[in-house]
């Protein structure tokens, strides 16, 4: 079809108003599909706070972690996206000051970015800019936007999209749920992984999950619910089977626990960390463990024997330190948990808990001490303030933490007055307690593990 006079007129009339836009602003060039961290003042990155993604959320200034929440998208559409949302100005404001938030994308000027060869970012329907307010540098200062100045807090490093980001890879293993061949100690082992969509060349966190006794990798992944948690926010998951015959299932080779000459679990693990990083282009400074029971307790053991690879660890009904003092079994044994470094810390645990008892002793010698005593050695192995600051979360949920740790390494523990041995807002109820459903572990393990990437080498 031929174009008519009409729609002529109004594509020279576009390209004019173009024109005029260029050449009245700054030198502008075209937002092409890139994503990554967007750096500014302070070497501070632009953030969503918490990692929330409900509309209206505070997008701000924060420390660069690698999260997620500070993982943006400057699209070729003009909008800047993250955790699949917008970024946007508070009501569709122009003045300056107005802030900056996350919002359900909708095609709006208040969503549209212009990014600047000189590192500056417009908002076309305002005419104002990306802005720290007084440049301010502490984290948590809410962004803004401002007339276009010279002043170091609007200049803002963008991620590149014409070159391969640092330590970028091209993995072999592509998106979805399936097993991945591992092989250790002369054997290949069948590890169950999850990894969601992302873009070309990012490397993934990577949360290890590890099932209770008599479990699998795959009931573990069920009853966890974490698949959810992993594709919104952009993290891989790998399920491995521990190779312990119990039950209708498998145990883990949990040091000071298991000697019965299987595998060395420990090392197992650290081979399935190996082969991911390689094949599923994993980021070596955002290598997690988490578990249930006995897998609390090998995730406990991992922070002990490989604090120099696994950057946090969140055990659930099974935090350890160490096996019980063999002179006094209601205390850790000090030379049995040695990490080379402060290990972040975020733990869960119900009061009524008959398996692995809160209060520490049960049936199984190898329990011995509380959970308060695993949480206060862990506070002193990370050279953590002296006592704990406590909250009550819900009805039901009690939160402790040891802060002014070793590079910010903070134990934190949740818990439950009412909680069996059961993980806080399993969709399955495994017989053994009250499932909470006034937190969810995912969620707060999450928001704590994307706080605590492992520290740079000095």
Known sequence: ?????????????????????????????????????????????????????????????????????????????????????????TGQGTSNGTKLQ?????????????????????????????????????NGTRLQIWDRNTNPWQTWHLPDSDTTPPGSCTPTLGSGQYNTPVTYGGRTYQV??????????????????????????????????????????????????????AGSGYSWNVPYVTSNGTRDDVGFLNQVINTLTTNA????????????????????ALGCVLSGKIAAIAPVAGLRSGRPDPANTSRPDPSSCTPSRAV???AFHGQQDRTNPYNGGGNAPVWG?????????????????????????????????YSGCTDGADVALYTISNGGHTWPDSPIDNGNGTVTHEINANNRMWQFFQQHPLPSSP
């Not at 282009?281 to 995730?299: F, K, V």
């Not at 949480?375 to 402790?400: D, F, G």
């Open 1 to 89: 079809m031929r174009p008519t006079l009409t729609t002529t007129l109004a594509a020279l009339a576009s390209a004019a108003a173009l024109l005029t836009t260029l050449s009245t602003s700054p030198t502008a060039y075209a937002a092409v599909p890139a994503t990554g961290p967007i750096s500014g003042v302070g070497g501070k990155c632009v953030d969503v706070a918490g990692a929330g993604t409900a509309n209206g959320t505070a997008v701000q200034l924060y420390s660069c972690n690698g999260g997620s929440a500070q993982r943006w998208t400057v699209g070729a559409d003009g909008t800047v996206r993250a955790l699949g949302k917008c970024l946007d100005v």
């Open 344 to 346: 972040p810390v975020i």
């Open 281 to 300: 282009c994993l980021d070596p400074s955002r290598i997690y463990s988490t578990g249930y029971s006995g897998g609390g307790r090998m995730s406990s």
């Open 102 to 138: 996350l919002w359900d994308c909708n095609n709006s000027g208040a969503q549209q970015w212009v990014p600047e060869a000189d590192g500056h970012l417009r908002n076309p329907q305002s005419g104002r800019y990306l802005d720290v307010p007084g440049g301010n540098t502490a």
């Open 192 to 245: 169950l992984i999850r990894i969601p969509s992302r873009a070309a060349g990012t490397r993934l966190p990577l949360v290890l999950n590890l099932h209770g006794s008599q479990g699998t990798g795959s009931g573990q992944l069920s009853y966890s619910n974490m698949a959810s948690t992993a594709d919104a926010n952009g993290f891989a998951i790998a399920a491995p089977t521990g190779v312990i015959p």
């Open 369 to 401: 001490y509380s959970i308060p005593a695993a949480q206060q050695r862990w506070a002193s192995l990370n050279h953590c303030a002296t006592s704990a600051t406590t909250s009550q979360v819900s009805a039901h949920v009690q939160r402790s933490v």
